[in-house]
């Protein structure tokens, strides 16, 4: 169970302006469902926001004074960081962003344009499903200098080029899959002829 902790909101910082469009729609899918569904991944140290961007801005807007975060420590060489999704397994030359980055950018409030990072954690994040009544709900704040001027066209251009990272992670990921077949069949090949010299 992924482990997380209620933050005071205002102890957290930005990393990356959101897209208004999506801010929209993710505002109204968590105020329909009542819950927050993951924690924010955050840098222990600088309490700069690593992966949750847009659900931080929602419960800024929305006035709420606490937010479910899980810590991690983001010297951990098993935490990385890139600028597309391959580069969770594929590494070929620069990535096009460096942690020092990510903590300079954070620290300074020099926000990256929208969905510039892609971090990469070892592990999986699970659904915690924290209702937005233990978050407690106070004065909304103004996020203005949080969103990007970004228009409809440039969102919908951005998850499709997303979607296409997804789909060649993914056709990645299979790549190992069938390595790891391909091994399993070999050593299982070995070993019946070493079991038949018994």
């Known amino acids: 169970m992924q482990k997380y902790e209620l933050i005071g909101i205002e102890n957290l910082r930005p990393l990356e ?40 801005v929602f419960l800024l807007m929305e006035g709420y004074e606490f937010a479910p975060v899980q810590f991690v420590d983001y010297s951990d060489p098993h935490i990385r960081v890139g600028t597309s999704r391959i580069h969770r397994m594929l590494i070929k030359g620069d990535v096009g962003i460096s942690k020092e980055e990510v903590i300079e950018r954070g620290i300074n409030g020099d926000l990256f344009s929208p969905r510039t990072t892609r971090h990469f954690f070892p592990f999986l994040r699970e659904d915690i499903d924290i209702p937005l009544s233990s978050l407690i709900q106070k004065s909304r704040r103004d996020v203005g200098m949080n969103i990007s001027n970004d228009d409809l066209k440039t969102e919908i251009d951005h998850n499709e080029k997303y979607i296409k990272e997804i789909e060649e992670e993914s056709e990645e990921l299979i790549k190992y899959i ?21």
């Open 17 to 56: 302006l959101v897209f208004p469009n999506h801010l929209e729609n993710l505002r109204k899918i968590i105020k329909s469902d009542g819950i927050m569904k993951q924690a924010l991944i955050v840098d222990k140290d600088n309490k700069i926001v690593l992966d949750g961007s847009h659900r931080h």
């Open 178 to 198: 069938m390595e790891g077949i391909s091994t399993k069949k070999y050593l299982q090949q070995q070993l019946n002829i070493m079991k038949d010299k018994k």
